[in-house]
């Protein structure tokens, strides 16, 4: 309890940070975080391809979605003989959206922490170099990694979507008619892709604003002549 009282005592809300690039641009990254992968986390599409057997039609439905297991969702076809095959879909893609999904769950409790240390302990944050370093370093270190998970899960996509692409699922209703009934809709994972990229790019141009608070900027005592100002004879 004293140490919750401590922590609520030295709150002190300031917005001033919001007006600021390093206060605004952290909002937009946590804002952005969250659209990477709420739009990849609890995807579910489906490939639907239908059988001709005469007048009598059957709908073939490939289900998939998050994490991209593919070779783990079954669909079954009932062929015009009246026989039965169940068959799966191909790969297993889940190793770069789960990154990509951890990448921007980790971004957004950052963004949380900071956000909070920026307009509620802002005294805190700027009274020593360590806390704007310790800011810079691990921003940095995020505009790496957005970069690696969103071009891992960007090659990832588009596996997926051949590996979902009903033209290619056609083969596996034979020696049946088969014809695409519908597409899987990908809006939402290009939107992943797309978010992913915006994020490598705020979290990278962010970095400058976060430097420009460290003593590598700027000198920690300022030289006396700025300070006091040039005396004249």
């Known amino acids: 309890m004293e140490i919750v009282q401590k922590i609520m005592s030295g709150f002190s809300l300031d917005l001033g940070p919001v007006k600021e690039p390093l206060g605004f641009i952290r909002i937009l990254e946590w804002v952005f975080t969250i659209c ?36 783990s969702q079954p669909y079954v076809i009932n062929h015009c003989n009246h026989t039965t095959n169940t068959t799966y879909l191909q790969g297993d893609f889940s190793s770069s959206a789960e990154f990509f999904v951890c990448v921007g769950v980790f971004g957004f409790l950052y963004c949380t922490f900071t956000v909070i240390l920026y307009l509620g302990y802002q005294q805190v944050y700027r009274e020593s170099n360590r806390g704007p370093v310790i800011d810079l370093f691990v921003t940095a270190i995020f505009a790496f990694l957005w970069l690696v998970c969103s071009s891992a899960w960007g090659k990832g996509l588009t596996d997926v979507k051949y590996a979902t692409d009903p033209d290619s699922l056609i083969q596996k209703c034979l020696p049946d008619k088969c014809v695409v009934n519908s597409y899987p809709s990908m809006g939402r994972l290009n939107a992943s892709v797309l978010f992913g990229f915006l994020n490598l790019i705020l979290w990278a141009g962010n970095c400058w604003f976060i430097y420009k608070e460290t003593s590598f900027h700027k000198p920690a005592n300022p030289p006396p002549n700025v300070e006091e100002g040039v005396s004249t004879s």
């Open 36 to 71: 990477a992968f709420a739009t990849t986390g609890g995807y579910v599409g489906s490939s639907v391809l239908t059988i001709e057997c005469g007048e009598k039609k059957e709908d073939v439905i490939a289900h998939f979605g998050y994490p991209f297991r593919l070779q």
